[in-house]
């Protein structure tokens, strides 16, 4: 039977019984499983001196010549255990290599976590006589306990994101399994090795085989930990929302005031660039836009100093001003296949021209809510339209600037009163000048249609920015 690989590498953290997995894989013929090879404080085994031929310094020196040397040994299929906190050099190595079988160990993290706190106490992270056993009980600690389960979660999306994307799958083997001998078989012929188990090995004991509470000092500090725990994830909210670029174009620079603005579509971009022009030194009211990256980096090179800012428009605002300049509006810079989208397509009750004076304020109401609901949609992937950058998150457009240049200051539109000039005074300007106030949303002001009701709309679906950004209620 061929190998379907070339090594493996065994995913698992401290006190999920990989030590106990690695004693079975070594028990194969023709499968030899070398410890935590990429442990930065030893090579495989501590007070072992070398592995596949290579000591700790060699492999320190050159990690990704250690890992080839797991392809290249011959004579068995080799492989080893790799925990989150391993030597990161390799990683990415690892994840994208095919020919690399993937075995992700789990265990109830709160069950590792306790053994592991056991273990620490007493001094034996091995049992292979019960005789020997030595007893104690685990205190909890509940932060260090949610710092254990984030840290083990997040390195277990990040191994599952990465086989998704690039097409691979790994072979899951939860700590329960470990005492079922077809499981382990099953591992066997999924390595493609044509070695089987008779038997588990009984070399390694059990440490700790009572129930969880029984194991610590503070059950109730267990109990408070627990609860705080999202075991399932549960308020992970997903984002279906396509990834921005950093739209270097849009970006704003003054000709001698070192400064860069970053525009959020729908947010309060005239405002900012009448006052930064007003700033200019010599009076020229001229400022630079449509650049590329290379002009970019060179007003950089010819701005020693400079800061660069963003400005964020409350979410209810910019999506009214987005609403009422580029749906309502039927003129130059309006959307008008995604109008027509709207009305035909999702109902949107838009009027023919909302300037006739026909159009009343409880149709506004309503028009804009049916927007709010087909935007909601698109966000979400729901719908088969493009994702304007004017309806796009402010949080995933400032992801794309950090792609390019992100943002010293992230100011608040309803702040630029105070927080421009002082801005200014940061620059070393002697004199400031106060920002203009925006021009009013027509044909209806959002102080015409604002209720609770449309808050708590908006804020569903802008749900991320509210949470990053602290937005609270608009008419607050």
Known sequence: MPQNFDYFVVFAEMRTGSNFLEANLNALEGVTCHGEAFNPHFISYPNCETTLGWTQQRRDGDALGFLDRFCRAGGALNGFRYFHDHDPRVLDQI?????CAKIILTRNPAESYVSHQIAKRTGQWKLTNVKR??????TINAEEFARHVTELQNF????????????QTAFYVAYEDLQDLEVLNGLAKWLGVEARLDQLDDSLKPQNPTSLEEKVVNPQELDRAMAGLDRFNLSRTPN?????????????????????????SGGPTDVVCNWMARQEPDGSDALISGMNQKQLRQWKRGHPGFRSLTVLRHPVARLHHVFCTRILDTGPGSLRQ?????????????????????????????????????????LSGQT?????????TQAQTIAGFATIQSPDLILREADLARTLPDLARWLGQSESVLPT???MDHPYQLADIYDAELEAQIASVYQRDYLLFGFGDWGA
């Open 437 to 439: 106030a925006p021009e």
């Open 338 to 378: 995604i109008r027509n989208l709207m009305r035909n397509q999702f109902k949107v009750p838009l009027p023919k021209d909302p300037a006739d004076g026909s159009y009343t304020r409880d149709q506004h109401r309503l028009a804009f809510a049916r927007f709010v609901e087909v935007i909601g949609a698109n």
């Open 133 to 138: 056993r030595k007893t104690g009980l685990a």
């Open 384 to 392: 088969g339209f493009r994702t304007d950058a004017s309806w796009a």
């Open 95 to 99: 994840l994208g290599d095919p020919r």
């Open 240 to 264: 279906f929302e396509p990834r921005r670029g950093p739209v270097v174009p849009e970006y704003v620079a003054g000709q001698q005031l070192p400064l860069l603005y970053l525009p959020i």
């Open 156 to 167: 277990q999306v990040t191994l599952l994101n990465r086989l998704q994307k690039s097409g």
